[in-house]
């Protein structure tokens, strides 16, 4: 189900001014129903953007900004299934003719508290559906669009944990190192026929994934017998900042990175972690 695109309207959440060079462009956001993938969303729509949000459920901000005149269609869609990415795209295509930017967003993280043997084959599938063919198969489909605009970009939403492995995470680590692997391949692929292909790695960011009832710091809290608040500021006392990522702040490198003042970056990857990763 989808909900009507109105007409491009002059300005998406009503704050900011159109960036140069992306006003009208068609941007698809996956797993734009909340948390980073609505900071995407909404940092587009005040980009000048056409936005394409899929979520697998409605949710009560994406369809405010549909009741608001936003450039956006909601499109509720499993992302998880294998026709699920190439419909959404397909939506796209319908509503805008083309495709010209993607942004690979949707994942998904549990906590592996009872250590490694716990994780079973069907909790491998699960990981490595969500965080990677999801991407792989949005890719897949919205390729030839991007490759028709002869400007087009891929940003996918990565993780911190593909390079800083974790026992906890084991399952997603490996498929969000996947991920970044893949786009770094795709990006020499593509990057001579005009598409640019970058990752934006996270590490913890403020929001119901972490903070959220039933989320990260919850279910591990509850793991070893302490408070979700307590876990959660371990993890904030791992970076020099001191603090979670917002999620702002990832959505606005998505910008930049799709936008003309990157248009010689490819291939990169940007962690986003307030200095939690040694690496140079």
């Not at 942004?103 to 965080?131: E, H, K, M, Q, Y």
């Not at 302490?226 to 990832?250: I, L, N």
Request: with cysteine; proline share 6%; net charge negative.
């Amino acid at each position: 189900m989808t909900s009507p695109a109105p007409a491009p309207a002059p300005s998406g959440t009503g704050s900011g001014d159109a960036a140069p060079g992306l006003a009208g462009r068609t941007v698809v956001v996956t797993g734009a129903g909340r948390g980073i993938g609505l900071a995407i969303t909404e940092a587009f729509l005040a980009a000048g953007c056409q936005v394409v949000a899929g979520s697998r459920t409605r949710t009560e901000a994406l369809d405010a900004h549909v009741a608001r005149g936003a450039a956006l269609t909601v499109t509720e869609v499993d992302l998880a299934t294998p026709e699920g990415p190439a419909a959404l795209i397909a939506e796209a295509v319908a509503r805008h003719g083309g495709v010209d930017v993607l942004i690979n967003n949707v994942g998904a993280v549990r906590p592996r508290v009872d250590g490694f043997l716990s994780v079973t084959d069907r909790d491998w599938d699960w990981t490595l559906t969500v965080n990677l063919m999801s991407a792989v198969r949005a890719t897949r489909a919205a390729l030839p669009h991007l490759l028709a605009s002869g400007d087009g970009r891929i940003i996918a939403v990565s993780s911190v944990n593909s390079r800083l492995p974790d026992p906890l995470v084991i399952d997603y680590g490996a498929a969000k190192a996947a991920l970044t692997n893949f786009c770094k391949a795709l990006s020499k692929e593509v990057g001579p026929r005009g598409v640019r292909v970058n990752t934006i790695g996270p590490g913890p960011v403020e929001t119901a994934l972490w903070r959220g009832a039933g989320g990260f710091a919850a279910t591990v809290g509850q793991s070893r017998g302490v408070d979700a608040d307590d876990v959660a500021r371990a993890a904030e006392a791992g970076s020099a900042t001191g603090r979670f990522t917002r999620p702002a702040e990832v959505a606005d490198l998505a910008v930049f990175l799709a936008g003309p003042g990157a248009a010689n970056i490819t291939g990169a990857d940007f962690v986003v972690d307030g200095g939690l990763v040694d690496s140079l």
